[in-house]
């Protein structure tokens, strides 16, 4: 096989960047080491900047989500009894949006298909090959029990933190920063309408708490437990008298509904650099974790792919690869930005294990969010996404 770009996984980092590519007439050929049964049905988050939304309209591939989204045009804050709300359309101009990932992944699916565009799912025994070297990149993958190899131009890794790409890059090349946090969400999805019509974060003795929602029907909540928790000792009441625990408050009540999906999710940051080595260009969580607090796995990997198609796209039209060599050095300006604010809000909001001290300088930093219009400003313009950076 011989196309332009191969692309590992497809995810939304890989139909992304296939479909921005094929709509400049570049080919490229995806290569998914799951079913597509398996991909279409991963739940992943599904909170969308403004950016990644304008994004996916221009790319054409949006009508499913213009129908279906919740438009959120703020979060509440709650802490100290009371629940603060940052209304970050009014100070941006700019909404955030509530898609899941997964009906994403099945609309690029679907219009990739539509325009026959090679996508295969189920490849076992990818390798990545002469991405470095003076010789052209492939790829040699195992499909239907036969090898296979395909030839390109470069190869874009988007095959996930724990894909072949990033390890095939030779020892001594990147450098990995990682942090770990001293604990884990408990999430659950439950079939009951919000009670709430903007996500609430909550600061509470007892640790941090989420409530968000995937539609109009199906809630989905968070709880701060320690990194090593075992799920088999939350049953659903405890999870739910925990939850009316950390939301509590006058006036306000929090609607329980059947849990129908529950498990722990591991907090960290991760980021290497740089995100390209010769003609592999890594993109999404192949080069970089973020923790959710703020929202931006899924909108880092749409602006890792933007950047790189409009690079790859100057290198075919112009000869220059002026651009593809400055992926990383722009790509990772946002990525750093993201790091930092996500880092921000999981501080911000979370039991972090302190002393009396630092509890108390916890507490002053989300008093200076509710009293300062400048650090409310700061919040919301991070929160539903940088323009341009």
């Known amino acids: 096989m011989r196309t332009q770009v191969g692309i590992v996984g497809a995810g939304p980092a890989g139909l992304i960047l296939a479909h921005l590519l094929h709509q400049q007439g570049i080919e490229s050929v995806i ?74 992944v099945k609309d690029l699916i679907a219009a990739r298909l539509e325009y026959d565009g090679p996508l295969l799912f189920e490849v076992d025994e990818v390798s990545v090959h002469d991405f470095d070297s003076d010789g052209e990149p492939y790829v040699e993958f195992t499909h239907d029990g036969e090898r296979r190899r395909l030839d390109c131009d470069v190869i874009a890794g988007c095959d996930g933190f724990h894909g072949v790409c990033r390890p095939a890059i030779p020892d001594g090349i990147l450098t990995l920063h990682e942090r770990e946090y001293p604990f884990a969400w408990l999430g659950i999805l439950a079939e009951v309408a919000p009670s709430t019509d903007e996500l609430i974060y909550a600061h509470h003795p007892n640790g941090f708490a989420l409530h968000s929602m995937r539609s109009p029907t199906i809630s989905r909540l968070y709880l701060q437990v320690p990194p090593d928790e075992d799920i088999d000792n939350w049953s659903d009441e405890r999870i739910w008298d925990e939850l009316q625990t950390r939301f509590a408050l ?140």
């Open 31 to 104: 290569l998914e080491d799951r079913s597509r049964d398996y991909v279409e049905h991963r739940v992943r988050a599904g909170l969308l900047e403004q950016g990644t939304v304008d994004l996916l309209s221009d790319m054409g591939v949006a009508e499913r989500l213009h129908r279906e989204a919740l438009e959120h045009r703020g979060i509440y804050l709650q802490f100290g009894g009371r629940r603060e709300y940052i209304p970050a359309r009014e100070i941006t101009g700019r909404s955030i949006w509530i898609y899941g990932q997964q009906e994403i």
């Open 250 to 389: 006058e006036g306000w009540t929090l609607e329980q509904g059947p849990v129908i999906e529950k498990g722990i999710t591991p907090m960290r940051s991760f980021v290497c650099e740089p995100m390209q080595c010769g003609r592999l260009y890594l993109a999404g969580d192949a080069a970089h974790i973020v923790p959710p607090t703020g929202a931006k796995g899924l909108n880092l990997a749409a602006q890792d792919v933007r950047v790189l198609a409009a690079a790859l796209v100057d290198w075919y039209r112009t000869g220059s690869a002026a651009k593809l060599d400055a992926y990383s050095e722009t790509a990772l300006r946002r990525v750093w930005r993201v790091q930092d604010f996500s880092n921000y809000m999981t501080t911000l909001l979370h039991r972090l294990g302190q002393d009396p001290f630092d509890d108390r300088l916890q507490q002053a930093r989300l008093e200076y969010v509710r009293r300062s219009d400048a650090a409310a400003h700061s919040l919301a313009e991070n929160y539903v996404g940088l323009a341009d950076y």
